[in-house]
């Protein structure tokens, strides 16, 4: 991108007091771009005021920064960009590998790997954790799909009102709740409401409030416990073993979310066979099952 000349140039067309927006157009990337820059160098300029509900930081030691991590303003920098709309169209199961990813995304393997280095754990917004199964390296597909479709939609700064916050995080679910296409999560979640739950957990972690009965209504939760409990539940998959909400484990075995109901109350701790109970991230192991409706019989007397 913009050779040192052409950086001083335009930052000299800027005041003396600087947002992310002014920083982000000066410099070719996204807001989320230079976010990503923020949670990832201790030393990048800090903020030391404000414009309406916009943080500043000073110009000139923000320029001076960037100078001196040049590398960042390459113009072939990795990761791919613009990829809104292929994100939408991906299809996945719960977990999506490397190659997966890159395919459906339209850029290199080594560029999905861009993310991970730039947004790592520990960040305001990692990007999704890696577990190995077996040779595969997976992630979650709906943590991942939420968090490229906010990357190009930060979180809003920390004075916005709750309607603007609300906006925020109902802003995917909006434009997807309707949609039956895009199947569940590990939870049970439709990709619409996984989406809500990201975002809140991006916007807690920030130091935001976000009522639980709020969560709880948008998720089709019981109440603060289950949001809570879902919070909680680690975004990257187990390793080896698939553990889903009661949902999608109906989907995996072949049946139907009502009949998976009926076994867990007809079969309970204490008999002789009792239905596989939930672990304490309240997912049941689909091995687990499948081996119990073999073992009992109830799965073929139903086909």
Known sequence: MTAHNTLKERF?????LITRLEIAKATDRSVQGVQNWIDSY????PVVGK???SGVRKRDRVLAWLLVHENLLQEDRRGPRNHTARVRKAHFGPLVTVIELADALGVGRRMVAYYA???PEGSADPFPGATEHGRRSVRSWPAVRSWLLRREDPLPQADASWEDLQKWLLAVYEADKDDTSLGHDE?????AQ??????VRVAKTAGRRVPAEWTAQVLGVSGPKDVARLLAAPVAPAPLVKRLGPTALACAVGISEARLRGYVQRYPAGCTDPFPAKGDDGLRDVAEVRAWLSRTGPLAQDS
């Open 194 to 199: 996984r989406d809500v739950l990201e975002r």
């Open 187 to 191: 939870h049970g979640l439709t990709m």
């Open 117 to 119: 280095t730039n947004a």
């Open 51 to 53: 414009r309406g509900r």
């Open 42 to 45: 201790e030393d990048f300029p």
């Open 12 to 16: 000299a067309e800027l005041p003396d």
